[in-house]
């Protein structure tokens, strides 16, 4: 059900971010870093001490992340474009799986990594260049 709801929404939105890898330093330096490149940095880098507490077993997903998550479509992206109700549907799917994830005891490991497949399927359609850099986040 939710692959099949997830497949409607690959629709022909294929807007790439003005933050990929490829468009590298000088675009950097005449656009400043979006807040919404901002949020994800500080996420990319939350979603790893996270991953490091569920392998320990001393810890899982936060409130505090939940947030930031929440926060994805209010913040402000590098092209208008990317506000949109495809986007605001890939933000819900993933908020909806980090809060399953917060009330599971058991399978937080699968938890984590479904998490991660969330900020891929948005990363597909709205901006492919980090995908491998997120990949890593996943607990083999
Ligand atoms: C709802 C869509 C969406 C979700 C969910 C999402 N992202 Fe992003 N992410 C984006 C967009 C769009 C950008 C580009 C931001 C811009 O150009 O303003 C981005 C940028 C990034 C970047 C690049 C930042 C830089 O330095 O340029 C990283 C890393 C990243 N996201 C990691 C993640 C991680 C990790 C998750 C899951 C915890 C996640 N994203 C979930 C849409 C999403």
């Known amino acids: ?3 099949i709801f997830i497949g409607c929404l ?3 939105f294929f807007i790439s971010c003005s933050s ?16 919404l490149t901002l949020l994800m940095r ?14 320990a077993g001393t810890g899982t997903i936060t409130e505090e992340f939940i947030k930031e998550l929440a926060y994805i ?11 949109n109700p ?15 994830l917060q009330t599971s005891s058991e399978n937080k490991v699968e938890g984590f990594n479904e998490l991660v ?8 359609t709205f901006c492919p260049g980090p995908i ?6 996943k607990i083999n």
């Open 1 to 3: 059900m939710l692959r």
């Open 10 to 12: 690959l629709v022909p």
């Open 20 to 35: 990929s890898q490829q468009e590298g330093i000088i675009s950097n330096k005449l656009n400043k870093d979006s807040e």
């Open 42 to 55: 500080k996420m990319y880098n939350d979603a790893d001490t996270i991953k490091q507490h569920i392998k």
């Open 73 to 83: 479509h209010n913040a402000t992206p590098s092209d208008p474009k990317l506000s």
């Open 86 to 100: 495809t986007f605001t549907a890939f933000n819900n799917l993933i908020l909806t799986e980090a809060k399953t």
């Open 117 to 124: 497949n969330r900020c891929i399927d948005c990363h597909k």
């Open 132 to 137: 491998t850099r997120i990949k890593k986040l």
